[in-house]
């Protein structure tokens, strides 16, 4: 049954070989001129018309019709005959599943026999990487003087399996992933003639899911359209391939939103819990975020298709995200996927990205400071940036240590990245130094979660190993939130007098690219918070 839709829209011309341009107009330039190979080698991923071509050549190649830019014509007996798949001088075979290995060596070895009714005899092999050695022998045998009257097609998704001799004798064409708009395309032309309808996300998210593979998008809506109903809904679709609805999404992304890690730790152990598939997950939520940052960028006219009720929370959260977290957010969450793909834990993976995301975000906000530029901001642009800046009277500490880790904090972070500890990573991301005392190492976190990690007794020790190493000597580590922080809480016993941090937080903002740029362009600064 899920067969027969595909069958039933499978390209009949070059002309209707989808997103294959690269090839068909090469063929159909070298029939028009008569240049015919006695051997083809298609590959390519599965599903993106290697076999139909492979046919549509073979019609090509044979059609009676005389002008051969017209050819295949589809009407003639031949190509009827291959139409109705009754053409003897066609000869498929699927090297994958076919049970005597020595049959299609038999084949090939009895190509001399000329064809029965038509001008060429064709053979297709499927999966041709798939043949035995002794086949391959036979057919390369065949290719060092092939006989007129033969052509071989070969396709595979593994061209590299194919030995370097039969290679060199074949006319390669590189078949690729259909973009998912043209089977959108393909969907809704084949829903038209069959009198039915579809939600267009229904249709972007069976594209989405297809991956370039038509077959597949075909067998798919297929399946769709034998539920029966008056019309495919994104609903449909999202169950029957086990998505995470999009209500789930947004839900989640409204927890990125309030930067609230915790919320959304929350929600990936809900979707375990119930049984979701956490790297289709990530992918649907990057797909998501694509589209956010499409209506944050463009507006909602950019998805004219979505259901008015989506694109209003869409709406709603593009215009609570800037478009740099957006773009963050997606390049993060992205390579989770081959993260996963190289063997680490999936929930580990997505969890770290999320934290990581949100974290990244909130330093990144809190730490640009606010420039003016020149002309708006005054009469003085001869003014120092340094000048201009307020900053609190700082307790006393050891001030030089402070710099030197602050300088290296992101080594720190690195180390644990290095050693794949990626949760204590991802926290220390939204950890900052602010003071040294004595053996005491004082950290202040954007937020409980991440504090709470770092808390951990052992994660502790590590983290007060690696400050150790950095600083050259010894150190404990004390955590604070960053919002109940006070400087030299924790302790009376002065230190070095210290210069004012101020300098230090001023170069580090000077070192921002940001910064420096406003700053090249007239920009002053005029407050650091
Ligand atoms: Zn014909």
Same mark, same amino acid.
């Given at each position: ?369 606010? +420039? &003016?530029?020149?002309?708006? $901001?005054?009469?003085? !642009?001869?003014? %120092?940036?340094?000048?201009?800046? =307020? /900053?609190?009277? @700082? ?81 404990? +580590? &004390?955590?604070?939130?960053? $919002?109940?922080?006070? !400087?030299?809480? %924790?302790?009376?016993?002065?230190? =070095? /007098?210290?210069? @004012? ?29």
């Amino acid at each position: 049954m899920a067969q027969a839709l595909y069958r039933k829209y499978r390209s009949q011309t070059f002309e209707e070989v989808i997103g294959q341009e690269h090839v068909t107009t090469t063929l159909r330039n070298a029939l028009r001129e008569g240049r015919i190979a006695h051997a083809y080698l298609f590959s390519g991923p599965r599903g993106t018309g290697k076999t139909s071509t492979a046919r549509i050549l073979a019609k090509a190649v044979n059609c009676l019709h005389p002008d051969p830019a017209q050819r295949p014509d589809n009407s003639c007996p031949i190509c009827v005959a291959v139409n109705e798949g009754r053409l003897v001088d066609l000869v498929e075979m699927d090297a994958a599943s076919h049970t005597s290995v020595d049959h299609i060596r038999e084949l090939i070895e009895r190509v001399s026999v000329a064809p029965a009714e038509a001008r060429y005899k064709v053979y297709v092999i499927d999966e041709a990487h798939m043949l035995s050695n002794a086949a391959f022998n036979a057919l390369l045998k065949t290719l060092e003087e092939p006989p007129p009257h033969v052509i071989f097609i070969l396709a595979t998704t593994e061209p590299h399996k194919i030995p370097e001799t039969v290679l060199s004798r074949c006319q390669r064409f590189d078949f690729r992933r259909i973009a998912a708009h043209r089977i959108v395309e393909h969907l809704a032309h084949i829903l038209a003639q069959e009198g039915r309808d579809a939600e267009r996300a229904a249709l972007e998210h069976i594209a989405f899911a297809a991956e370039g593979c038509m077959r597949d998008a075909v067998s798919l809506l297929d399946q769709l359209l034998s539920f029966g109903g008056e019309r495919i809904t994104l609903e449909q679709v999202e169950s029957v391939l086990g998505m995470v609805p999009a209500a789930t999404l947004a839900r989640f992304v409204d927890a990125m939103m309030a930067r609230d890690p915790g919320q959304m730790i929350a929600q990936v152990q809900e979707l375990i819990t119930q049984g979701t598939d956490l790297r289709q997950f990530s992918q649907q939520l990057v797909r998501y975020l694509r589209d956010v940052l499409l209506v944050r960028v463009g507006g909602r006219e950019v998805l004219p298709d979505l259901p008015a009720e989506r694109a209003a929370v869409l709406e709603r959260q593009a215009q609570g995200l800037s478009p740099a977290f957006l773009v963050q957010a997606i390049k993060r969450l992205n390579a989770v996927a081959s993260e996963v793909r190289s063997g680490v834990d999936v929930q580990l993976a997505l969890e770290l990205a999320l934290v990581e995301v949100v974290s990244a975000s909130r330093t990144a906000e809190e730490q640009q400071p606010a +420039v &003016a530029s020149a002309s708006s $901001a005054g009469q003085a !642009p001869a003014e %120092t940036p340094a000048e201009a800046v =307020t /900053a609190p009277t @700082p307790p006393a500490g050891d001030a030089e240590a402070l710099e030197r880790l602050r300088r290296q904090w992101k080594q720190v972070i690195q180390w644990f990245r290095e050693h794949r500890r990626f949760k204590i990573q991802a926290a220390l991301g939204s950890a900052r130094p602010v003071q040294v005392m004595g053996d005491q190492v004082e950290l202040v976190f954007k937020n409980q979660f991440s504090l709470d990690m770092v808390q951990r007794p052992e994660n502790l020790r590590q983290v007060e190993l690696v400050i150790s190493q950095v600083l050259g000597s010894t150190y404990k +580590v &004390a955590c604070f939130l960053e $919002a109940d922080y006070q !400087p030299g809480q %924790t302790t009376s016993t002065g230190a =070095t /007098a210290a210069p @004012p941090p101020s300098k230090s937080r001023m170069s580090e903002v000077l070192e921002d690219d940001l910064v420096q740029e406003a700053v090249k362009r007239g920009g002053r600064i005029i407050n650091i918070q």
